[in-house]
């Protein structure tokens, strides 16, 4: 039998502001003279949701911003009611889903400890015997004995997954919080939980846009969209379709929109534009994994500058850098005078896996090389490959090491 039942669960809200006093009155003299009252748009955050969730399962719950997969686990977690359809839970559950979620301000985190094994049905005895190992965790051993309020959201969320981890709850609740932590207490947290999936079985949900982690640690995952989910199954192949769904986004976006991240410019030297060139000559906008490219750079120099040293980089689109190569001493002694320039890059095999992905340029001249222009997310572009799929190569990376493997005897021959 399921431990976790979504049927037909749907939510329900009214788009709008408040209804003022003179919109309560219109609407009650339209209904007198039985005409329609005015009424604000209704929005639906969950549209008909059924699926089951069996004991044991670690279940990650993916999807763009207003997917509705917030408001899926406050029902999950019965926070929120249900315009339509139900949710059954057998166990008790540990939710963690915003800051401060089942902490109260006003009580010490002693107090708060306390509290949750209260509401789980905890002996306060048992409560006692973990206390220890909860703080500890925490990491807030001198702030223990301090209101709640008074802790910063790092903290609080410190203490909420402490608590929500050490008791022993049936179902584990997660969502994005964790990215409010520090890295190394993030890198703490992902540890207790494989601990708890591993050697525990305990049932876990888990929201998160960190999509490498969701495929590290679910063992199934559901896509969400508009309140739907349009996905269900391995975790290689529905991170794969949003990945997908992501490249389409960001080429669209990219496509009509004119502004771009980080930039700094000085007017000295103008970028006009960024081409790809394959082995063949041909302007290319998708590269293939281990294809000999050139990138090509157009700029107008508008004020002479001697000693140029240009940087060319790739960056994930949020900002992950992967490469980066620089001119450095090759043009030491050289003066661009005004006017238009090209400027090429060969990359032989170029090494990246599957993606989307940006350019990012630097350029620094004269004596004391002061940076004259640098801007990040220049153009997107995307990687294919006709033999790596794409799911096989975000749970294994970012680079190719086109590697040849064969077998040796005993002597190494």
Known sequence: MAIIEVNHLTKEYQLGHLTSLKETAVNAIRRLSFQPTISRERFKA???VNFAIDEGEVVGIIGHNGAGKSTLLKHLANISKPTKGNVVVRGSIAPLIEVGAGVNPELTGRENIFLNGSILGIPKKVIQQKLDEIINFSELEKFIDTPVKRYSSGMTVKLGFSIATSLDADILIIDEVLAVGDLAFQRKCFNKMEDMIIHQGKTVLLVSHNIRQIERICKRVLLMDHGKIVADGNPAEICGLFYAQ?????KEQS????????KELSGDIELNAVEIINDRGEKIESIYTNENITFRLNFKVNKTLENPNFGFGIHTTDFLYLATEITESQ???????PGQYILAIEI????LLPGVFS????????????????EEGV??????????????????????LNGKWKFLDNNGQ
Not at 255 to 262: E, G, L, N, P, V
Not at 331 to 337: R, S
Not at 348 to 351: G, N, V
């Open 359 to 374: 350019i990012r340029i630097g350029i620094e001249a004269g004596k004391i090389a002061r940076n004259i222009f640098y």
């Open 348 to 351: 032989p095999s170029f090494p």
């Open 246 to 250: 992501n490249d389409e986004k960001i």
């Open 255 to 262: 496509h009509h929109s004119s502004s771009r991240a980080r």
């Open 331 to 337: 043009f030491k002694n050289k003066i661009l005078y």
């Open 379 to 400: 153009i997107n572009f995307q990687v294919k490959s006709s033999n790596i799929e794409r799911t096989q190569s975000m749970t294994e990376g970012f680079i190719s």
């Open 46 to 48: 969950l549209d008909n």
